[in-house]
């Protein structure tokens, strides 16, 4: 993006919402609805007087406002919009002389703590995304939510905490998001009033804006690491033991199908990180997701992102055409970052095709429960297939289910990892390889181990003939001698 679209970004521009030019009759975006709407100013003026009132400003923090505004107005003024904005450094520098230059044609007297707090809003209003810049560049945190300008959130360890940062106004808001879609050419307006996307460093972002949200324009944001966290990292966490880790790289390599199955937030994604580490440098790796962010580390990786329709309502890009087209591109694995549609069905018959060892996440609370879900999504596809043939493709395509769950301390753990074994009649089999079992608590953290139920997978034959050999105490079956 360039600077001076930023520029235009941090005085507000002249045009809002996707470009549509305000006028004072015209609802703004993130705004609230003129007071012709009828039901829905009362219902919005309802559900106001019911929500708890922002914190008063101070008249200090009025007239730190005032001077930030002025000096920000002044500095946008006067720097050269056809600056490269990607050349951070150089841009900064430039920034901060200016910034000094005019406080001192001012007459502006700060303590060091009040000019370098003003110097990092300004600076983060014109390179970064404002107050949420110092959010994005904290690693202990995991998650942003914005719930309107007043009331920001963020996820730490697990947990849930409220920041005193605030925006300006809901305009403000909406300047911000609109800077993390436009570059990606994606658009948020009243006819489209939610988008999925994602940030430079691949962090996930969904919005959502008015007249959907009632509280303002709404901003999540799903942080992930610089450096991805790594399988040595899991077991130090105690997410996940070693013996399931080499039973998981051994299915990895041996090309088994593999679904990572939980719910919102449990981890998937970072555990389809990891475990798509282990596949062989020399494979061709297909990515598929809505908003690319796998952060795959091999060589010969192809990245595929959909796209939505634009406002004609044409041009879409979907995970199922995705899907199917990667099946042109000779891919050796296809990965999904998440199926939650038709185009589950697709993928099912990728994996019973010859496209081995492919990998995608689902949203589901059990193993058995994934099952069931993806039986669901594969009658979204419009097939007017008999529930039968599509257990026997579910039966055939996938191996093995790897169940996440964010525990009541906020850690995530791997707590079920279940082999699909086959069909008997008209219901899938399915068995249980490792089972996390609680042992208790500990200064309120979950104390337990994923222990081997002392069986072993079916495809334990698919192993072997990769050449891989996995030794019986993984499966826990000398422990059990030895008791």
């Known amino acids: 993006m360039s600077l001076l679209r930023r520029i235009e970004q941090s005085q507000g521009g002249g045009q809002q919402d996707g470009g549509t030019p305000s006028s004072p009759g015209s609802k703004q975006p993130g705004g609230v609805p003129p007071s ?23 008249p200090q923090a ?30 900064r520098r430039t920034i901060q002389d200016l910034f000094e230059q005019i406080l001192a ?37 995991t998650e942003i939510m914005v719930n ?22 809901n305009d403000h808001v909406m300047r911000i998001i609109d800077r993390i879609v436009a570059p990606l050419g994606r658009r948020i307006d009243e006819s489209s009033p939610y988008v999925d996307a ?19 324009p709404i901003l999540t944001i799903r942080k992930f690491s610089k450096n991805p966290i790594s399988i040595e990292q899991m077991i130090q966490f105690g997410s996940i033991t070693n013996e399931a880790v080499q039973f998981l790289k051994a299915c990895v390599e041996a090309r088994l ?42 060589e010969h990786v192809v990245t595929l ?31 999904v970052g998440e199926c939650r549609g038709g185009e589950t069905l697709d993928m099912l018959q990728a994996m019973n095709t010859g496209h081995d060892g492919s990998m995608t996440t689902a949203h589901a609370n059990t193993p058995r429960d994934a099952i069931s879900r993806i039986e669901t999504m594969c009658l979204m596809a419009g097939m007017d297939l008999p529930v039968r043939a599509i257990r ?58 994923t222990r081997p139920t002392g069986l072993r997978p079916k495809f334990m034959d698919k192993i072997e003939a990769a050449g891989i050999h996995l030794p019986p105490s993984i499966f826990g079956i000398g422990e059990r001698r030895r008791y």
């Open 305 to 335: 992102e959909s796209r939505p329709p634009n406002i004609e309502g044409r041009g879409e890009v979907s995970i199922r055409d995705l899907v199917m087209n990667s099946l042109r591109m000779r891919p050796e694995r296809i990965i």
């Open 198 to 216: 994602r940030l430079q460093d691949g962090s996930r972002v969904n919005a959502v804006i008015p007249p959907i949200s009632l509280v303002g």
């Open 36 to 58: 012709g709407s009828g039901g829905d100013s009362s219902r919005l003026s309802s559900l106001q007087a019911r929500r708890v009132s922002a914190p008063i400003t101070s």
């Open 148 to 169: 309107g300008p007043k009331n920001i959130y963020i996820e730490r360890k697990g947990k849930l905490h409220r920041v005193p940062i605030t925006f300006e106004s």
């Open 62 to 91: 009025g007239s730190y406002f005032d001077l930030k505004t002025r000096v920000q107005n002044k500095l946008l003024a006067e720097i050269d919009p056809s600056m490269d904005a990607t050349k951070t450094d150089e841009v």
């Open 392 to 449: 026997e493709q579910i039966a055939g395509a996938v191996d093995v289910i790897c169940q996440q769950s964010r525990m009541r301390d906020g850690s995530r753990k791997v707590i079920t990892i279940t082999e699909v074994s086959g069909m008997e009649g008209d219901v899938i089999t399915m068995t249980d390889i490792f089972v996390f079992e609680q042992t208790g608590t500990e200064n309120g953290r979950i104390i337990g181990r």
């Open 257 to 298: 199908n593999i679904v990572i199955s939980g719910g919102t937030g449990s981890g998937k994604t970072t555990l389809l990180n990891v475990l798509s580490g282990f596949i062989p440098d020399d494979e061709r790796i297909i990515t598929i997701e809505n908003a690319a962010e796998l952060q795959l580390r091999q």
């Open 105 to 141: 044609e001012e007459n502006i007297v700060l303590s060091r703590p009040e000019r370098a707090r003003l110097f990092e809003q300004i600076a983060a209003e014109i390179l970064g995304l404002g107050p949420l810049q110092a959010l994005l560049e904290d690693d202990t945190i």
